[in-house]
């Protein structure tokens, strides 16, 4: 260095890079995968699997673009499959890490890992007997569910707001994404010698004033930021316009005598579904003619179970939903409402011709319950098909609301002659101008801002947007992709973390924790000292972290006592 200093920052700049290279949901909207290198590390945001047609479904086989026994961990955002559904087929292929996520996801990962590791064997199974039939090789499922049941074990669940140590030289803090019980956004600090990067994760964003769950928080400051664009082009109806336009539709397909079908994504949307319906089925309105004796029947095993794990964690939805557990009310349950778990159950819902309402999984019709139901109502001109979540290219669902006349389901042609409905106000997705408004929380300008998960008109449409609202030119990812990023601000570690806790969020502190009880008052008085006087960083961390589980343990008390 003394020899050649006139290189030493060209050196030194190159020894504090960090690479980003992005594995999926680069193209379309599934698979999201993306892997960090810094510093010796390496980690995994998300492990997800493709969906969509064949073309799709075949990425899952392929290699991935990376070693996974070199991967120190995954940071999981959510527990949709796009999202976690290739954590097996990591394990599977040498993965021994962590696997880090909030509590309420990983309550959700033992069911969908399980459940999506019962079908690819299924689907091998059905596939092998058309292979021998055939004469072709057989195959072996993409993963099994004891595949999926050792992955479980390397999971470990963390609180939202908690700072969680990855290694000597990353940490990162979950956020309510408000997209599904448990989503996040991912801030990581990555510290390198004296100076620290932040890169934001955004994962999935939900939708503001939804119920159940709470709004997406807003970062404020980020040196890179990964983006997802599912909407970026496109605005949701309200959603209390999309409620009413659903009662509007059971109203008219209850009076011609047929069943309404709601392909549902089993986490998530259904519970919403149920939440929302709660309030028609138990307050008088000028549907109670029409609900009174209708049955609603929740006909997806795993839609059940998610829907028990909603009820387990409380703790994290948004105060409106608190609100009527702790005055003794639960709002995922309503007279009228069944859940259906035997085949035979579920067989027997479309023999009976009278109308009803049926939520099935899978949301996008590729898999799952949905199919009979769609085969036996499809053609039935009295019956309607409603759809409330996205639906990928490639899809039946896609199919479907494309308005194709005729589809093929278990070997038979099936007319489409019942009515096809897409109330988009549902999506768990924030549009182009919920996308918009989180992304200019953040206070400075970010480096760099990276659009993955969305078709590439959307993406193309949402950065054309961003940069004549906010002046900001985000860089549009197609296709798998390695990027190599400067280093952030001259801080240590311990200055950014504290950047993230600032004074406005140890008051927000204080506010919480006299919503508890008396029984906390040291809790309290030690928050109160780190607002007045200097505190060390660890101690105010010792403290958030404090709140945060005395929240969840109060609040599911609440809700153990209402069951």
Known sequence: YETIGYKREVITKKELSMKIKFCGAATGVTGSCHLLEGEGHKILLDCGQFQGGKKQEE?????????????????????HIDHCGRLPLLVKRGFKGRIICTDATADLLDVMLKDSGYIHEKEAEWQN???????????????????????????????????????????????????????????LFVSENDMTTKLVFSGDLGVK?????????????????????????????????????????????????????????????????????????????????ILKGLKVYVDSPMATTATEVFRKNAQVFDDETKEYILKGENPLDFEGLEFTRS?????????????????????????GRIRHHLKHNLWDSRSSIVFVGYQAEGTLGRTLLEGVPEVRLFGEDVKVSAEIHNLEGFSGHADKNGLLSWLSGFQKIPKQVFLVHGETES???????????????????????????????????????????????????KTRITK????????????????????????????????????????????????
């Open 59 to 79: 990425m899952n086989r392929e290699e991935f673009p990376f070693s996974p026994e070199e991967i120190e961990c995954v940071v999981l955002s959510h527990a």
């Open 209 to 289: 004033d939804r119920p159940i769950l709470r709004d997406p928080v807003i970062i404020k400051k980020a040196d890179y930021v990964i983006m997802e664009t599912t909407y970026g082009n496109r605005v949701h109806p309200k959603s209390g316009s999309s409620i009413e336009a659903l009662m509007e539709i059971v109203e008219k397909t209850v009076k011609r005598g047929g069943t309404v079908v709601i392909p549902s994504f089993a986490v998530g949307r259904t519970q919403e579904l149920i939440y929302e319906l709660n309030r028609y089925y138990t307050e008088n309105n000028k549907y109670s003619h």
């Open 459 to 509: 993406k193309e449409a949402f950065a054309a947007t961003v940069r004549e609202k906010l002046n900001i030119s985000p860089m549009v990812i197609n296709g798998t992709s390695e990027f190599e990023v400067e280093s952030g601000s001259m801080l240590t570690m311990e200055e950014t973390i504290k950047d993230a806790l600032d004074e406005d969020a140890i008051k927000d502190l």
């Open 343 to 367: 085949t035979e159950d579920s067989k027997l819902l479309n023999e009976n011709r009278e109308p009803k309402i049926i939520i099935s999984a899978s949301g996008m019709c590729e898999a």
């Open 129 to 187: 007997r058309k292979n021998e039939r055939a004469g072709r090789p057989l195959i072996e499922p993409l993963y099994t569910f004891n595949d999926a049941v050792d992955t479980l074990k390397f999971v470990e669940p963390v609180l939202y707001d908690q700072l969680v140590d990855l290694n000597e030289d990353m940490k990162v803090v979950f956020n309510d994404a408000g997209h599904i019980l448990g989503s996040a956004i991912i801030e």
């Open 516 to 563: 508890i009880n008396t029984a906390l008052e040291e809790v309290l008085k030690n928050s109160s000292i780190a607002v007045g006087s200097e505190i060390g960083q660890d101690k105010v961390t010792d403290i958030h972290n404090s709140v945060i589980n005395l929240e969840k343990d109060v609040v599911q008390l609440s809700a153990a006592l209402v069951k």
